[in-house]
């Protein structure tokens, strides 16, 4: 399979120290930074925006992978076309997924695609060959430190053998028990928040690269 990419999610880091924070997960072995931009509209939760991305994108060489929960992302895309390297927009949050899809890649940057986990496959089928990602969110977006659900781990599966080629990445409840059945189902970029802001950063990022 594709070499494992971890992602540890800024929410979870120590906001009055972010800088710091960022350097140490780079340091020991990060290779995303995961970014979760949350508008209070598409989930029930604010975070940051892409002031505080732009403040500290020259502070790192962390692949910037930022995670749009907002309603309408067409309207918000283009500020974050200084600071980020992947966008995922996602399927329930614009009418128009395919449009949304090309802007993204109109400012040059990859683009993913996050279903919610009621979301099925289906609603993607057609635009696989545009999307660099898939985020099979295995939470219920807007909150780090919630349950890995479990349903998710076949549609990971089922995705793995409709794309065998594309990232599948997993995002929420990750840690090394849930991590390695993501990787097992077919995941290759694993998202984590508070299993690796909660320890020894270098173990917790190492126990992820299965
Ligand atoms: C949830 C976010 C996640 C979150 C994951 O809405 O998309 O990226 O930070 O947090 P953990 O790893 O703690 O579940
Ligand atoms: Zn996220």
């Not at 109109?106 to 990602?133: E, H």
Request: glycine share 8%; net charge negative; aromatic share 8%.
């Amino acid at each position: 399979g594709k070499e494992i990419i971890v992602a540890p999610s800024l929410l979870a880091a120590d906001f009055s120290n972010l800088k710091k924070e960022i350097q140490e997960v780079e340091k020991f072995g990060a290779d995303f930074l995961h970014l979760d931009v949350m508008d209070g509209n598409f989930v029930p939760n604010i975070s940051f925006g892409s002031p505080i991305l732009e403040a500290i994108r020259p502070h790192t060489k962390l692949v910037f992978d930022v995670h749009l929960m907002v309603e309408n992302p067409d309207c918000l895309i283009h500020l974050f076309k200084d600071c980020a390297d992947i966008i995922t927009v996602h399927a329930e949050s614009t009418k128009h997924l395919n449009r949304t899809i090309q802007l993204v890649k109109s400012f040059g940057k990859k683009v993913g695609v996050a279903l919610n986990p009621s979301t099925p496959l289906d609603f993607i089928k057609y635009d696989l060959d545009n999307i660099d990602m898939v985020l099979i969110m295995t939470v219920n977006p807007g909150f780090g430190g919630q349950r890995f659900i479990p349903e998710m781990l076949p549609k990971i599966k089922e995705l793995r053998n409709l794309a065998p080629e594309i990232d599948i990445q997993v995002d929420g409840g990750i840690n090394d028990k849930t991590g390695k059945l993501a990787v097992q189902a077919g995941a290759n970029i694993l998202v984590a928040g508070s299993y690796i802001f909660s320890g020894n950063y270098k173990n917790k990022i190492n126990s992820l690269k299965f």
